[in-house]
């Protein structure tokens, strides 16, 4: 057993996080304490376990494994720390520092729970995801799962005191306790008969390949829960609004990859692989996800909801590649296998990355107006320039536009789909290849939603006359926003630095690297005549040339500039009840998409002297697949309810009976 | 790369225009481009046919093509215009399904059509039989075509797309029927197509419209 | 000349010749439509004159424009000339080409295409939201339409890039005819004319208010800002053009840069199909009608699909 170099510093930070957590119980009503002092040490911690998760990655990193004395007796605790582990701390510690900074100048008085215990519940839940990748055993994974999914649901009732965040909060802890079922019966098939609960042992012991596909079919389910898998995402567009910004920035950029993370160590490194349904279920799945994401993501009126459909999409996408990755490796195709597989990792880091910088932004803006639904914002990059700046970052990122992050998975994912006709099987080879085109018209969606989100925001005209008394967002909160964005470019200029983080994980589980491109800057991973791209030349060449174009249009002509009020083909009364509201930008999906929404809609009649325009959209899946369930359950409960009989008598005589019928059966 | 003869290269792309010629009968909303496409399609028909004629060497083949040419490009189209014009039915409603729901389920059926050609077609030894994929999603949307129509005269044209498709599968994988057959088949057709003819006025009588959702009250209940 | 430095000025030589073409193909293709309407056509140069005197005016800007407002029209422009550059419409030597692949080229017309909505809500005008929503609408089904015809010939070169995807087509032994280019040829159109602002989708030429798109977007334009966001656009038809002759008629671009002699005559047979190109838009644009707005949807998943079915087609005969 090699000393466990990182894994004991590794665990050090991980109990320094639980230590500011606990250090807020000092004083629990100080936000100065909290906040400005705890969550920067915090942020620092999780840089630590960033560079830690980063060294995991290096080439030739052996894993480490580490027995801890700690757990139940002849159950002890086992860590270990390897490439895809690393892959996941490096993620978590990148976007946690961010996220940790950002919510230092967040956390105000008087906000629900009290500063002291937010603080400890959102280092606990730090803590917990970074032991959920780290753990080796299926005791200390559990553990760790649940903790996160606790820890999480206390952050998302912080204002317990609003009956939605209250229901909100109920639905996400049922949800997760239904997945973390399947995972628990996912845990007890893949120990097949050993009661080895240790990830070597279920590594090592073949399972006969039903128990194989019942056991992937159940983390499916599970991990699919915990990522908000279309039909199991109803509790993602509840929840994430729920939470204050950095924690949904926190739900929706990384514990959602912990699911990735948990579906990529059951179906890829304990059952290696397996059969080629069950890519490709995952990437129906996730394709499905992506499609329905960003068509829901279109049609939103609240802005932290938009973005949580959009988390649905960009899982999605990375369910794709993950399915696309198994698919390939069950045919032996090991070289694409690891192009999907860098694509869906490398796709996972820039969703942290954007999507933690959205929702952080979406919290400055909640924090300046006190507005989140889109029908009463606007304007605010006027008022809010920062914000507004840093949060263009991460739109056109999110949007995976070149030269920015969100294209380089984006372009991986599609180089992917294009080797996928050498598949051999008649029909597979022929349906996968779509996937590139549902693949492409999320990703076009995508834009349509993100220049929605932006537009509506912060540009036109303030829709409210409060919002003229809007702030910016002060400085720690500009930290934190601006390394996210600096990560967002850094991984889109770079995206051969990316690549390699990614070679360790595809080397273990897709049987190969992907080859090197020619600099830092340019990756080229199958072939330089097939396909390369260069993010740092592109950025380069737009800068140069909007740089000539604008030297030339100066010195040629002139920068004569002369302020007017809008021409507005002429109309002089314009006010700012004449833009398009939410609703009508999201109209030609709706039309375009009508069969795949519920609508209510009530429009006035031609007459009406007070005139109500109102429109509801709603999940079909909640109506067609969650309500009957409701039903059926309290149907019966209510059947069992007969038992309940409010006297001691009938109880002590049901035990009685029972008592009675386990004699018969034993002896 | 290009390791196919040109004949069969060729062949191909007619077999490619083939199917466009289907899809874009799918989506017009006019009958009378709809005959137009039609007679579009009797053309690749017949250039099709002739080439495997004159690629193969079978004489039989150049009398097909030249009965395609004469019925499904002249004939059929013709009477049917004609027929347009005397019932007055120039455009077409909207189809039952919304078209590109209907694009969307033919894409559907020709993954289908090919995943289940490309076994069949791997054991056929015609130069032609790749193909057999196209024939059948040519057969496959006509039928969709049929379903997805409300008037009566698109039905007789989506009619006659069905009988092209099945046609091209013929010539594309066995080289073509016997002369009795194709022979018999081309007149049964054109009498299908008088008798639909008569039909279609008899129907206009009756309903002031040739709308087939009238034809449903003529049900028993 | 060591040879980077010439493939460098070649680059460069192939974005300022698409930026300076760019107006003329658009007067060429106005005055083409002039003459099959039987009016009197505009000069052919008009494109130029109308740049120079946007250039020449004081810029009138909304008082509370902020600066994507006014950064705007320099990124777009920006990145339409950089795609010019990525596009090889005379020769394939080019090193921007490797840096860029047709799905970057893809990522930068969306580039632009978010830029100019953005731009266009900036002020916050009825209709420039209203046109914002309409072109993101266009865009979200053209732009996998185009990724899809794209990926035919991706499957038939085995690349990404369109240098070897017009090798691929100019050094095929023999002559060889791939049908799945049938259906990506016709969807292809039929992306360039929504994506273009053409009808039926759009009317260039219109300034109607309830059915404009493109223009919506530029009405609060003016200028040298209106001049960028124009040239721009005509750029991107310039753009689209060129990629419709790399996948579909590659024919006379130089595979040396070296020589002087392949680049003149690759040079004269782009001006020769850029030609006939603009004629044949101007005949389409001619005898085609608008399409409602809500049929703009239908068209574009018409070519969407069409594009995807090139790709079955492709996969099932395997040339």
Excluded at chain 1, 24 to 35: D, E, F, K, M, N
Aim: hydrophobic share 60%; with cysteine; glycine share 8%.
């Amino acid at each position: 057993m090699n000393a466990p170099m990182h894994l004991a510093p590794l665990l050090g930070l991980i109990a320094v996080w639980l230590m500011l957590g606990a250090a807020g119980l000092v004083q629990p009503r100080s936000t100065g304490w909290v906040a400005r002092v705890l969550f920067p040490l915090g942020a620092l911690v999780a840089l630590g376990v960033a560079a830690i998760g980063g060294a995991a990655l290096a080439d030739g990193f052996a894993p480490e494994r580490w027995v801890l004395p700690l757990g139940l007796p002849d159950l002890p605790f086992h860590l270990r720390l390897d490439a895809l582990s690393g892959f996941f701390l490096a993620l978590l510690g990148v976007a946690g520092a961010g996220i940790s900074m950002f919510a230092a100048g967040y956390f105000r008085e008087g906000e629900g729970t009290a500063p002291g215990l937010l603080g400890l519940q959102y280092h606990v839940f730090l803590a917990s995801m970074a032991l959920v990748v780290l753990a080796d055993d299926a005791y200390l994974f559990m553990v760790a799962w649940e903790t996160m999914a606790l820890s999480s649901y206390f952050l998302v009732a912080t204002q317990h005191r609003i009956p939605e965040i209250r229901r909100a909060g109920f639905l996400y802890l049922l949800m997760a306790h239904v997945g973390a079922l399947a995972l628990l019966l996912c845990f007890g098939v893949l120990h097949g008969g050993s009661w080895e609960m240790t990830f070597d042992a279920m590594r090592g012991g073949a399972l006969p390949p039903a128990w194989a596909s019942v056991a992937f079919l159940l983390a499916l389910f599970g991990f699919g829960t915990k990522a908000g898998l279309v039909p199991l995402h109803v509790w993602l567009p509840e929840a994430h609004p729920a939470a204050p910004s950095p924690v949904s920035a926190m739900m929706s950029g990384l514990m959602l990859k912990t699911a990735v993370y948990g579906l990529l160590r059951v179906g890829m490194d304990l059952l290696s692989g397996g059969a080629w349904w069950w890519g490709l279920l995952a990437m129906a799945l996730g394709l499905g996800s992506a499609m329905f994401g960003a068509v829901f993501a279109a049609v939103q009126t609240d802005m932290k909801r938009l973005l949580a459909y959009s988390s649905i999409e960009n899982i999605g996408l990375i369910f794709t590649g993950v399915g696309l990755a198994m698919l390939c490796r069950a045919f032996g195709m090991h070289a694409l296998a690891a192009l999907a597989l860098a694509a869906a990792l490398i796709h996972a880091f820039n969703h942290a990355l954007f999507k933690s910088l959205l929702f952080l932004a979406t919290g400055s803006v909640l924090h300046a107006t006190r507005e989140r639904s889109l029908g009463k914002l606007g304007g605010l990059i006027r008022r809010m320039p920062w914000v507004a700046l840093l949060a263009l970052v991460g739109t056109l990122a999110i949007a995976g536009l070149p030269p920015l992050n969100g294209f380089v998975s984006e372009w991986l994912l599609l180089q992917a789909f294009l080797s996928t006709p050498a598949i051999p099987h008649a029909f597979i080879n022929m349906i996968v290849p779509l996937g590139a085109a549902v693949v492409a018209l999320t990703a076009a969606l995508a834009g349509y939603v993100m220049v929605k989100f932006y537009g509506v925001i912060f540009l036109g005209q303030p829709r409210e006359p409060s919002l003229m008394h809007a702030h910016d967002a002060g400085w720690l909160e500009r930290i934190g926003l601006a390394w996210l964005a600096l990560g967002c470019v850094a991984v889109g200029v770079l995206p051969q630095v990316a690549l390699d983080a990614t070679a360790g994980v595809t080397q273990a589980l897709a049987g190969t690297a992907l080859q090197r491109g020619p600099a830092p800057w340019w990756i080229a991973p199958v072939a330089t005549a097939q396909a390369s791209y260069s993010g740092l030349w592109l950025l380069a060449g737009m800068l140069g040339v909007v740089a000539v174009t604008f030297v030339l249009v100066r010195r040629l002509y002139h920068g004569r500039v002369r302020r007017t009020p809008p021409w507005n083909c002429g109309y002089p009364w314009l006010t700012p009840r004449m833009q398009d509201t939410a609703e009508g930008f999201g109209q030609p999906i709706r039309r375009i998409f009508g069969p795949v929404f519920r609508i209510e809609r009530e429009v006035p009649s031609p007459t009406d002297s007070a005139p109500r325009y109102r429109i509801r959209i709603d999940d079909r899946f909640w109506h067609a697949l969650y309500l009957p369930i409701v039903g059926a359950v309290r149907g019966v409960a209510d059947a069992v309810a007969v038992l309940q009989r409010g006297r001691l008598a009938v109880y002590l005589l049901y035990s009685f009976l029972t008592l009675i019928v386990l004699l018969v059966f034993v002896l | 790369m290009s390791a196919l003869p040109f004949a069969t290269q060729l062949l191909h792309v007619l077999a490619a225009g083939l199917l466009l010629l289907s899809f874009a009968m799918l989506t017009q909303r006019r009958t009378r481009r709809l005959v137009v496409l039609l007679a579009w399609q009797g053309a690749v028909l017949t250039a099709s046919t002739l080439l495997i004629a004159a690629t193969a060497h079978l004489p039989h083949l150049y009398w097909s093509a030249a009965l395609t040419l004469t019925v499904k490009v002249g004939l059929l189209p013709w009477l049917l215009l004609r027929l347009v014009r005397r019932l007055g039915v120039e455009r077409d409603s909207e189809p039952l399904v919304n078209v590109p729901t209907l694009m969307l389920v033919g894409l559907a059926l020709v993954i289908f059509a090919f995943g289940l050609a490309q076994p069949i077609s791997a054991l056929a030894t015609t130069v032609t039989r790749q193909t057999l994929g196209i024939a059948l999603a040519v057969i496959l949307l006509a039928f969709l075509m049929l379903i997805a129509r409300r008037t009566a005269v698109t039905q007789v044209i989506g009619f006659l797309a069905l009988e092209n498709g099945l046609f091209f599968a013929a010539t594309s994988t066995t080289y073509g029927m016997p002369m009795v057959i194709e022979l018999g088949i081309a007149l049964d057709v054109l009498v299908g197509v008088f008798v639909f003819g008569i039909f279609f006025f008899q129907i206009r009588e009756q309903f002031d419209s040739l709308d087939l959702q009238h034809l449903e009250a003529l049900k028993e209940d | 000349m060591n040879p980077h430095a010439y493939a460098f000025v070649l680059q460069l030589g192939e974005a300022v010749l698409a930026v300076a073409l760019a107006p003329l193909l658009v007067g060429w293709v106005a005055q083409c439509r002039a003459w099959l309407q039987s009016r009197s056509a505009p000069p052919l140069l008009q494109p130029y004159r109308t740049l120079r005197k946007l250039f020449r005016k004081d810029a009138a800007l909304a008082t509370h424009a902020s600066p994507l407002f006014r950064g705007a029209p320099y990124v777009v422009f920006g990145t339409m000339t950089l795609s010019a550059a990525i596009i090889p419409s005379v020769t394939v030597d080019l090193p921007l080409a490797q840096v860029a692949d047709a799905i970057a080229l893809v990522g930068l017309f969306a580039t632009a295409r978010v830029f100019i909505a953005l731009a266009a809500m900036d002020i916050g005008t009825p209709f420039g939201t209203l046109g914002a929503r309409r072109e993101m609408m266009i865009g979200f089904l053209a732009e996998p339409a185009l990724l899809m015809v794209l990926f035919n010939a991706f499957l038939l070169f085995g690349s990404t890039a369109l240098p070897t995807v017009v090798e691929g087509t100019l050094r095929a032994e023999g002559f060889a005819l791939h049908p799945s280019l049938a259906f990506a040829g016709v969807a292809f159109v039929m992306v360039l004319l929504a994506e273009n602002a053409r009808i039926p989708i759009d009317n260039p030429a219109t300034h109607l208010e309830l059915t404009m798109i493109h223009e919506a977007m530029l009405l609060e334009y003016s200028a040298r800002h209106l001049a960028l966001m124009e040239w721009a656009s005509w750029l991107k038809l310039f753009n689209y053009i060129c990629i419709g002759f790399t996948l579909f008629a590659p024919w006379g671009i130089a595979l040396h840069g070296a020589e002087p002699a392949p680049l003149l005559l690759a040079l004269l047979a782009l001006v020769a199909k850029l030609a006939c190109a603009g004629a044949v838009l101007a005949v389409i644009e001619t005898v085609s009608a608008k399409l409602r707005l809500f049929r703009a949807p239908e068209f574009l998943s018409a070519a969407f699909l069409l594009a995807v079915l090139g790709l079955l087609v492709h996969l099932l005969l395997g040339t």
